[in-house]
C-alpha cells in the first residue's frame, strides 16, 4: 500500500472523522481540540453529561455550527461540501421537529417531498416508517394532540423517511416506555448490520453499553472513544466478588493477612479481582455463606473518568 | 461551488413547502377568518373621514370672468398657503392636466358659475379645494350683503370630478388598504411562521435535507401568494359588491401588484423574524415597522397631507408605490405599463432586496 493511500483514513473505513475541533461560543470554551472518529456500519454513542457538548459535536457534523478550528469529513466529504451527503442524512434534533398543527401523514408528506420521494413510493416509505415506531394507527390525528412519547416516534419516523446512510439521533428514546426502546434498539442495531451508521447521544449508561463504539466526551474533550468493553478497561476497572460471611472481623483480618486489599460494608466484604483463578482461592479461604460477583458498569467508567 | 440542481425536483421541494404552509394556515381557524375578516373590518373603518393639514397641492385657476366674488375666492385661495397655484387658459386644458395627475384639482372663476373640476382619487385633498373655495364665497357674500346698491346675483359653485363617478372617502383608500391588509397579514405570518420553524428545530431539520434556503423562502412565497390572492379577491368583491365601488381596473396589472407586494413583505417578514425570538417580540416589532409605513404610504390619508420633511421616508416605503399603484389600476384603469415605472419597479427591488437578505440570514441564524 502507497503513503498516499495510507492518507487517506475516512475512505470506506470511516462514516465520520473530526479532528482537532475547537469551538467557543462567547468565552466559553464547548470543545477544546476533540477528535472523533465514526466507523460506517455500526452504533456510536456520544456518552456525556449535560453541557458537555455532544448536541454541539453533532450539529457541527452536519455544519449546522461552524467550527472555530479543525476539519471533519462525513462521508468522506468535507464541511463546505457537507450538502452533497444531506440526501443521505437523517437527523433528529433533541427538540422534536415537527409541525403540530398537522396530521402525523401531513408531516410526513413533507419530510418525503424534501427527499424527492412521491406518488406510490412515498406511500409505502409511509407506511413502512410508520410500522418501525409502531403507530401506523395514528396516521390522520393532529401531531400535537399526541403524547409526548407518542411525537417523539413520529419524529423518528420523519428521520427515517429517506433511508438515510447516517443518523444522527439527538437523545432519541428520552421518554420512550421501555417496551418501544426495547424495540428501538432493535431497529438500530438491525440498521448498523444492513452497513447504516447510527450516532446517538446519551448520558444513559445502559443505552451507552448497548452501542458498537462509545465517545465519551466531558466538557467539550473526548476522554476516549472504544467499545464499552475497552472503555471499562480503560478506566481501570476490575470486576468485585462481594461475600457474606459470619464473623466478617474474622474473615478481613485473614485475607488483609495474605496482602489483599479489603472493604466491609457490614457483613459483607467486597474485594476487587483480576484473575478467575485468585476468585476461587478467595472463595475457598473464605468459605462464605453467598457470594456475587460485580461486573463492572460504564457508570462506574463514567464516575472515574468523569471526576 | 457549482451545484448541478435538478429544476424539478427542486420545483418539487418548492411545492412541498407551500402545500405545509397553506395546511398549516388551513388548520389554524383565527388566521383563516383573519384573512377574510381583516379586509371587511379595515373596508368598515374607513367610513370614518380623515382631517390633517395638506400641503402642496396642484391647484389650477382659469379665470374666465373676474367680478368681486370671483376676485374674492382668488384671494382666499392665495392666501391659504396650502396650494401652488398654476394659471390655465381653458377649462379643457385644464382636464387634461388632472387626467395626467400634474394638478389635483381646478377653480373655473366664471361669471354665473364657479366649477371646480376636482380628481375623484383623492377626496380629501378634493374636499380641502371645496372648503376653502366656500369660504371665499362666504367671504365675498358678507361684502356685497353690507353694500347698497342691491346685490348682484352670487354665482353657484358646481363640483365635478373627472373620472365619471362621484368618490367618496372608502372608495379612494379601499384600494390602497389592500395593499396594507396584504403587507400586514403576509409580513406577520411569516415572521410569526420562521421564528416558529426555528423554536420548533424544524428549521434545523429542513436546513439538514436537500432543501437549500433558496427554495425554503420560495416555498412560503408560493404559499403566500395563493392566500394574497384569495384576499385580494375578497376585498374585490366586498369593495364592488359591498361598496358600490365601480371598479374599472386592469385585473392582469392589480394581479402583478398583489404578488409582487405579497412576495416582498413575505421576505420581509422572513428578515425581522430574525430579530425577535419570542411571539410576544413580533407583536411589538411588527407595528413599529408597519405602522410609520402604513401611515406615510399615502393609503389612509393622501401623501400631499404628510409634512414635508416626512416625505421622503413615504418615498422609501414599498407600500407607498403599492397603494399608488392599486389607487391607479383600480380607480383610473391604468394598464401595467402605466405603473411600470415608479411603482413596479420600485416593488420589484423591495422583492429581490429584501429576498436574497432573507435567504441569506437564514444560514446566519445557525451559530
Ligand atoms: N448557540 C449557542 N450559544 C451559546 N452557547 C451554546 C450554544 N450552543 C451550545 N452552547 C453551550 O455549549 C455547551 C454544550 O452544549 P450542548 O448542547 O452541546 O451540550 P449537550 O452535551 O448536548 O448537553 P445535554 O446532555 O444537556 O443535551 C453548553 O454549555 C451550552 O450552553
Ligand atoms: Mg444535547
Redesign the pocket.
Known amino acids: 500500500m502507497s503513503a498516499e493511500l495510507m492518507q487517506e483514513p475516512t475512505k470506506d473505513k470511516f462514516a465520520v472523522v473530526g479532528r482537532n475541533i475547537s469551538k467557543s ?2 468565552k ?1 470554551h ?1 470543545l477544546q481540540d476533540l477528535s472523533v472518529h465514526i466507523p460506517r456500519g455500526v452504533t456510536y454513542c456520544l456518552l ?12 457541527m457534523i452536519m455544519g449546522l ?1 461552524k467550527l472555530d478550528s479543525g476539519e471533519i469529513y462525513v462521508l468522506d466529504e468535507p464541511l463546505d461540501r457537507i450538502s452533497l451527503v444531506y440526501p443521505r442524512l437523517g437527523y433528529m434534533p ?1 427538540q422534536r421537529p415537527l409541525y403540530p398543527d398537522l396530521t402525523v401523514q401531513e408531516n410526513l408528506e413533507f419530510y418525503a417531498g424534501l427527499y424527492g420521494i412521491r406518488g406510490q413510493e412515498r406511500a409505502r416509505k409511509i407506511a413502512e416508517v410508520l410500522q418501525i415506531v409502531d403507530l401506523s394507527q395514528t396516521q390522520n390525528r393532529v401531531t400535537g394532540m399526541l403524547s409526548g412519547g407518542m411525537y417523539q416516534r413520529i419524529s423518528l419516523a420523519c428521520t427515517l423517511i429517506n433511508n438515510p446512510d447516517l443518523l444522527l439521533l ?2 432519541p428514546t428520552v421518554g420512550i416506555d421501555p417496551v418501544t426502546k426495547q424495540s428501538f434498539w432493535g431497529y438500530f442495531r438491525e440498521l448498523a448490520k444492513n452497513g447504516k451508521t447510527v450516532i446517538i ?1 446519551t ?1 444513559i449508561m445502559e443505552e451507552a453499553e448497548r452501542c458498537d463504539m462509545v465517545g465519551f ?1 466531558r466538557n ?1 474533550i473526548m476522554l476516549a472513544e472504544s467499545s464499552p468493553d475497552e472503555l471499562k478497561k480503560f478506566a481501570g476497572l476490575k470486576k468485585r466478588l462481594q461475600m457474606k460471611v459470619e464473623d466478617p472481623e474474622h474473615e478481613m483480618a485473614k485475607l488483609v493477612a495474605e496482602g489483599l486489599e479489603v472493604s466491609r460494608v457490614g457483613d459483607q466484604l467486597v474485594i476487587e479481582v483480576t484473575e478467575a483463578g485468585k476468585m476461587r482461592d478467595i472463595l475457598d479461604t473464605v468459605m462464605p455463606v453467598d457470594f456475587n460477583v460485580i461486573e463492572p458498569t460504564l457508570e462506574d467508567a463514567f464516575l472515574k473518568l468523569a471526576i | 461551488m457549482v451545484q448541478i440542481v435538478d429544476i424539478s425536483q427542486s420545483l418539487y421541494r418548492i411545492w412541498s413547502v407551500g402545500l405545509r404552509v397553506i395546511r398549516q394556515t388551513k388548520r389554524d381557524r383565527r388566521t383563516v377568518v383573519a384573512l377574510i375578516i381583516n379586509p371587511i373590518i379595515l373596508m368598515l373603518l374607513i367610513g370614518y373621514a380623515f382631517s390633517g393639514t395638506f400641503t402642496g397641492i396642484n391647484l389650477g385657476i382659469v379665470e374666465l370672468n373676474m367680478g368681486p366674488v370671483q376676485e374674492n375666492v382668488l384671494n382666499h385661495l392665495q392666501a391659504s398657503n396650502i396650494f401652488s397655484i398654476t394659471y390655465l387658459a381653458s377649462e379643457s386644458e385644464a382636464r387634461k392636466l388632472i387626467s395626467d395627475e400634474t394638478l389635483n384639482g381646478v377653480v373655473v372663476l366664471g361669471k354665473d358659475e364657479i366649477g371646480l373640476i376636482l380628481d375623484g382619487t383623492s377626496p380629501q385633498v378634493a374636499g380641502s379645494i371645496v372648503t376653502v373655495v366656500e369660504a371665499g364665497m362666504q367671504a365675498a357674500a358678507m361684502q356685497i350683503l353690507s353694500q347698497s346698491p342691491a346685490p348682484a346675483q352670487l354665482p353657484t359653485i358646481t363640483q365635478h370630478y373627472v373620472y365619471g363617478y362621484d368618490l367618496e372617502v372608502k372608495d379612494s383608500v379601499g384600494p390602497a388598504l389592500l395593499g396594507v391588509t396584504i403587507f400586514f397579514f403576509t409580513s406577520l405570518n411569516t415572521t410569526i411562521g420562521f421564528l416558529r420553524e426555528r423554536l420548533q428545530g424544524t428549521l434545523e431539520k429542513v436546513m439538514v435535507s436537500p432543501l437549500n434556503r433558496m427554495e425554503l423562502v420560495s416555498g412560503y412565497i408560493l404559499a403566500y401568494l395563493v392566500l394574497s390572492i384569495a384576499q385580494s379577491v375578497i376585498t374585490f368583491v366586498i369593495l364592488v359588491v359591498g361598496f358600490k365601488v365601480p371598479i374599472g381596473g386592469n385585473l392582469l396589472a392589480v394581479l402583478v401588484i398583489v404578488v409582487l407586494l405579497s412576495a416582498g413583505s413575505l421576505s420581509f417578514g422572513a428578515v425581522l423574524s430574525n430579530f425577535v425570538t419570542t411571539e410576544f417580540q413580533v407583536m411589538q416589532l411588527n407595528p413599529v415597522v408597519t405602522f410609520p409605513q402604513t401611515i406615510l404610504s399615502g393609503a389612509w390619508v393622501p401623501i400631499q397631507s404628510i409634512p414635508d420633511w416626512l416625505r421622503p421616508l413615504s418615498y422609501i416605503f414599498p407600500l407607498t408605490y403599492a397603494s399608488d399603484a392599486l389607487k391607479l389600476t383600480l380607480l383610473k384603469g391604468a394598464s401595467l405599463t402605466d405603473i411600470l415605472y415608479p411603482d413596479i419597479f420600485a416593488l420589484l427591488i423591495f422583492f429581490v432586496v429584501t429576498f436574497f437578505v432573507a435567504t441569506f440570514m437564514i444560514k446566519k441564524e445557525i ?1
Not at chain 1, 48 to 59: A, V
Request: proline share 4%.
Open positions: 461560543f462567547d466559553l464547548v456525556g453529561p449535560n453541557g458537555s457538548g455532544k448536541t454541539t459535536l453533532m450539529r455550527v433533541q439527538d437523545e447521544t448520558h466526551m467539550g | 451559530a
